[in-house]
Nanobody, 124 residues
């Protein structure tokens, strides 16, 4: 089992920045694919970014590419999402997710472990 806890959400003006954190505990953290997803009210949960367990491969949704950066700290069992140039359409509940697979994936069905989410609200 892996437990995931997100933090770092909040209210920010458009153009601002936030850094989300995901703390992992339980079974081995390092050998897992990690990802960030988000869900806006009335919409399905969607892929934001993912990083392989080696950390040498990342993937981003087109809507956040160039603005968001995913990273992980193995020593601290943490994953991060640096969000810059935030837009009102980035407003959503952001989830941290993990899976045992080695390759990148954008599919919510692939990820076995999920956090409870942290709210990000971007005002115009």
């Amino acid at each position: 089992q892996v437990q995931l806890v997100e933090s770092g959400g909040g209210l920010v003006q458009a153009g601002g920045s936030l850094r989300l954190s995901c703390a992992a505990s339980g079974q081995t953290f390092s050998r897992r694919l990690m990802g960030w997803f988000r869900q806006a009210p009335g919409k399905e949960r969607s892929f934001v970014a993912a990083i392989t367990w080696t950390g040498d491969s990342t993937d981003y949704a087109d809507s956040v590419k160039g603005r968001f950066t995913i990273s992980r700290d193995y020593a601290k069992n943490m994953m991060y999402l640096q969000m810059n140039s935030l837009k009102p359409e980035d407003t959503a509940l952001y989830y941290c997710a993990a899976d045992n697979r080695l390759s990148l994936s954008r599919l919510t069905s692939v990820y076995d472990y999920w956090g409870q989410g942290t709210q990000v609200t971007v005002s115009s």
